[in-house]
């Protein structure tokens, strides 16, 4: 990534990612001692209700963000040995063994450029007949604000990749799993005040451009980005996926 996430911040104020992570937790099926990776844990409150639905089970709580790492760490120290804590990157091979029972990721398969890649290292750390439940940005996630981003001039940045379901379908297939299920899930998402609504998007959709920024020019762009809008609503898309690993 180019700049490291501002990770007490964003636990502050990622409700929309707690909200639609805990439907996706809802969708795995566990028995409450087995061993789950999340893949892109944050700053772990999703991490931990997946801790509350495994009272004998462990979680590896995975990251590329050193910080996002620290975060999780002193939100989940009262899970104490049943986290293990592993910085990696999805869009490479990945540093877990002995396989996992199962997968779980929220909001963040959507930075990983390299989908075809992402699963099959996803697949290569997970028990055959082992679920991967996952959600991410879709198609069509956050257009409004791309298009304000380009009428600005941004230069478009590289840094995340909204899948529909058709080719993300194919891809799982590909990478060694069955039983495979995508759909789409429209998200619109209002925040309460203005500040609220600029934080969000300064620390969040914002932070590969404003790291490109000089600090007294930061929250200018914030607030011509927050203007342009017009209304304190996101339009997100959520990808959501159900798999099983084949034998």
Known sequence: MAADWDAATYDRIAAPQARWGSSVVERLPLRGDERVLDAGCGSGRVTQLLLERLPNGRVVALDASAAMLDEARRRLAGFADRVEYIRADLSAPLPVKPPVDAILSTAT???????????????????????????????????????????????????????????????????????????????????????????????????????????????????????????????????????????
């Open 109 to 247: 398969f959507h930075w990983v450029l390299d989908h075809d890649a992402l699963f099959r290292h996803l697949a290569a750390v997970v028990v055959p007949g082992g679920r991967l439940v996952a959600q991410c940005g879709g198609r069509g996630n956050i257009a409004g604000v791309e298009a304000i981003l380009d009428e600005l001039g941004e230069t478009p940045q590289a840094v995340h990749y909204f899948a529909g379901p058709e080719e993300t379908e194919a891809r799982l297939v590909a990478a060694g799993f069955r039983d495979v299920r995508c759909w789409l899930e429209d998200a619109p998402t209002t925040f309460a005040s203005r500040a609220d609504f600029e934080t969000f998007l300064a620390t969040v959709i914002l932070r590969v451009s404003l790291a490109r920024r000089a600090a007294e020019e930061r929250a200018a762009f914030v607030r011509a980005v927050a203007d342009r809008i017009g209304r304190l609503e996101l339009d997100y898309v959520r990808l959501n996926i159900d798999a099983v690993r084949a034998a």
